[in-house]
């Protein structure tokens, strides 16, 4: 039996090393790391991914698949509940860092059974939701910069975060982590997040004004 770390990065979330540093504090012992670099997980499959590929060669019945969240899996419903539970019916156990959640075929009872698979239903339309909510937050934001896009207009006090900061606080905000959490992984103030969190858009449009 073996435990692996699958994680996907892409230029909205945290680095691989990040994902394996969170796993292995929850107390994971990672035997393998599998990594997708620069994949997106709306409009790519697991299986259609190369290393998501290779995931599924690796894994045999008895082994952990420890993923960060359901979102590493995808961002797609449909994907990340089949995903889920294709892996169950091979036997594989899916376990996630953040919630400290598990799935997968042990129970026989077909009441837990139902849980379990509305469970993983839920979980996958929140990933889903949350790269919608992110999609649309970064629409407004463009749109509102384009419209103060005049080369004479004030552009307001520089934002004190950068891009890749900003958008690891949009990340954490949508999976419900607490605010001192974000400003100790981000180096930010609490004050600073919750300007974030209270106006995105704003805060998106801070840094398009600022080119940053």
Known sequence: MQTILYARVSTADQTSTHQRKQAEAAGFKIDHVVIDEGVSGISTTLAERPQGRRLFDMLRAGDVLVVRWVDRLGRNYADVTETIRELIRRGVVVRTVINAMTFDGATTDPVQQAVRDALIGFMAATAQ????????????????????????????????????????????????????????????????????????????????????
């Not at 992984?185 to 998106?204: H, N």
């Open 129 to 212: 939701a949350q790269a919608e909510a992110t999609k649309e937050a970064q629409r407004a934001g463009i749109a509102h910069a384009k419209a103060q896009a005049d080369a004479t207009a004030y552009r307001g006090r520089k934002p004190s975060y950068s891009r890749d900061q900003f958008k690891i606080v949009r990340d954490q905000l949508s999976q419900g982590v607490a605010v001192a959490a974000i400003a100790k992984a981000t180096g930010l103030t609490r004050q600073v997040v919750y300007r974030i969190s209270a106006d995105p858009a704003e805060a998106e449009a801070a840094l398009a004004r600022w080119a940053a």
